[in-house]
């Protein structure tokens, strides 16, 4: 298995652009989850969805940002209009579920500055 | 509020010593408690701990949680400098919570040779 797999690996922009960053889970994994990592605030949960259905977002931290899960095997999250703060490394991971949940598996993460 | 609080921050010590690492936890409907090891890329899964005062080992690192005290401690005996890594504590919460992790802000070790 690949494991997560996210996209870009790492994005430059300029404030105000719009950013889209991509995930695709481990295939038969019910839940994904998108967090933000930086060194003041360490790891932050942002949202995460069960089934393809956002079940808890209130860790996006304002109206700038959004995500979606069209299908089992892909997310986006998306900033829009960015901003320098919100220059950090965004992790997807994902996990098989309540049932038989063992840990969460990461990707790689997309480093994204924004200038 | 979750709350995961992890000590110390950061921590050197040279090959050979041993470490102990702390967390503590405030978890709406604590089901588990997570520990992963993040080098320069994404955290890696180490253990889960669900049951009190049972200790999980793996090689030179064993763990073990504390459910009434509200901790856990991750323990990395004769330490190497492939053991140089952020090690992160998170808390899951049961299933009327989802199944969100709510993570400590780490402890960096660097092991020196």
């Known amino acids: 298995d690949a494991g997560v797999i996210q996209s870009p690996r790492h994005e430059v922009t300029e404030m105000g652009q719009e950013v889209t960053l991509r995930c695709k889970p481990i295939s038969g994994h019910d839940y994904l989850f998108w967090y933000r990592q930086t060194m003041m605030r360490g790891l932050e949960l942002l949202i995460y969805?069960?089934?393809?259905?956002?079940?808890?977002d209130s860790g996006m931290p304002e109206d700038r940002f959004s995500a979606k899960m069209p299908n089992a095997s892909f997310s986006t999250l998306k900033i829009q209009p960015s901003e320098p703060r919100d220059s950090a490394v965004y992790f997807c991971?994902?996990?098989?579920?309540?049932?038989?949940?063992?840990?969460?598996?990461f990707g790689p993460g997309t480093r994204l500055l924004v200038l | 509020e979750d709350k995961v609080v992890q000590s110390p921050l950061s921590l050197v010590v040279h090959e050979g010593d041993t470490v102990t690492l702390n967390c503590s936890y405030e978890?709406?409907?604590?089901?588990?408690l997570l520990w992963y090891k993040q080098e320069k890329k994404a955290p890696t899964f180490l253990f889960m701990l669900?049951?009190?005062?049972i200790e999980k080992k793996s090689g030179r690192l064993s763990s073990i949680l504390d459910k009434k005290e509200l901790f856990s401690i991750l323990n990395i005996t004769a330490t190497q400098t492939g053991d140089s890594a952020v090690y992160l504590c998170a808390g899951r919460g049961g299933k009327s919570s989802g199944d969100k992790l709510t993570f400590g802000t780490g402890t960096r070790l660097a092991v020196r040779p």
């Open positions: 969805f069960n089934n393809n259905v956002p079940i808890d």
């Open positions: 991971a994902s996990s098989p579920g309540l049932a038989g949940a063992q840990t969460q598996y």
């Open positions: 669900t049951s009190s005062g």
């Open positions: 978890v709406t409907n604590f089901r588990s």
